[in-house]
């Protein structure tokens, strides 16, 4: 019996001393102790229970693989999040995807509004006594109201999220909490795959306002466009929403794009759409306020901005696509 114990302590020396692993040890001599004493109860000798114990025992990394085990870079020990933590951090990424989802949701309605006010004002709906600057200029204003409260709350958002950076660097759940966790996960899956329909519907179906709005008049389709960014507004927000309370589940429970293997090439890779992104939008901007300033083309110059989306989309899939071939 003394050999087992000596052999499983080997197999825990170079493993670190956390109380996960203590356990596991524990369970493991239990189980081969009750197994040792039932072979020497049929009749084995000694020598043939402890080699039929130690070859059924198997190996330890894909034992501590199954169980889903995190020993960290290099084996260093993990801190361990606790229920509280866990909590506290799915309730912030929800509020976290409620506010980008408002900021982004702003952010569209933005030149929405600056199409609305400026067609409503040259066909004279809103003030005849109006010149076609004064409403370009009402229009920008509209614009810059949306915009300047998304900025803000990106930055407030991004700042609130600050203090769980930690979790970048590793952690680990206990067994009974991440059992909650993952039935948690299973319980919006339902509701996470409605969201992706309902947005993914209402984006397909977000032309269809430009083609039936240009049925009725000539400048109906700029009424028609507003409805399109206003649909797509509604889905981008849904989106953004379920989607970070879907991340906040794949986070803690290492799933998807955030196990432990991907997580450099991960951040690469976010670095460089990131890089990208710095340089693009603003660049779309300021080639808008160049074209409204400088050529008067407010009614038009709209078609930057999903020009510059669809742009920018096709790239960071491609991105991402062709990095993860590489993986």
Not at 4 to 32: A, G, H, R, V
Request: net charge negative.
């Amino acid at each position: 019996m003394e050999t087992i114990k000596n052999y499983l302590n080997n197999m825990f020396t170079n493993l670190p001393k956390s109380n996960q692993m203590l356990k596991l040890k524990n369970d493991l001599l239990s189980n081969m102790e009750d197994k040792y004493n039932e072979l020497k109860n049929d009749g084995k000798s000694e020598n043939e229970a402890i080699g039929i114990v130690i070859s059924e025992f198997g190996n330890i990394d894909e034992l501590i693989s199954e169980l889903g085990i995190d020993l960290g870079s290099e084996g260093i020990i993990l801190p361990t999040i606790t229920e509280e933590e866990a909590e506290d951090f799915m309730v912030d990424k929800k509020r976290f995807g409620l506010l980008i989802g408002i900021g982004v949701f702003l952010c569209i309605m933005g030149p929405a509004m600056l199409i609305l006010i400026t067609q409503l004002i040259g066909d004279g709906i809103i003030d005849k006594g109006f010149s076609s600057n004064v409403g370009d200029m009402l229009g920008i204003i509209a614009l810059f109201i949306m915009i300047v409260p998304a900025i803000a709350i990106f930055i407030y958002s991004g700042m609130k999220l600050e203090k769980y950076k930690y979790l970048e660097g590793g952690f680990d759940l206990s067994t009974h909490l991440k059992a909650s966790i993952q039935q948690e996960n299973n319980a919006f899956t339902s509701p996470y795959i409605l969201s992706v329909i309902i947005g993914v519907c209402l984006c397909l179906l977000s032309p269809v306002a430009v083609l039936v709005m240009g049925v009725f008049k000539y400048r109906a389709p700029s009424y028609g466009v507003v409805i399109l960014l206003v649909i797509v507004a509604i889905a981008v927000f849904i989106f953004i929403y379920y989607g970070c309370i879907k991340e906040s589940f794949s986070i803690l429970l290492k799933i998807d794009d955030y196990k432990k293997g991907n997580k450099e090439q991960d951040k690469e890779e976010n670095k460089v759409i990131g890089a990208v992104a710095a340089i693009v939008w603003p660049l779309a901007v300021c080639i808008f306020l160049i074209s409204g300033f400088v050529f008067n083309q407010w009614r038009i110059n709209w078609i930057i901005y999903p020009i510059t989306a669809l742009l920018f989309g096709m790239f960071s899939g491609s991105y991402s696509i062709m990095k993860g071939h590489k993986k």
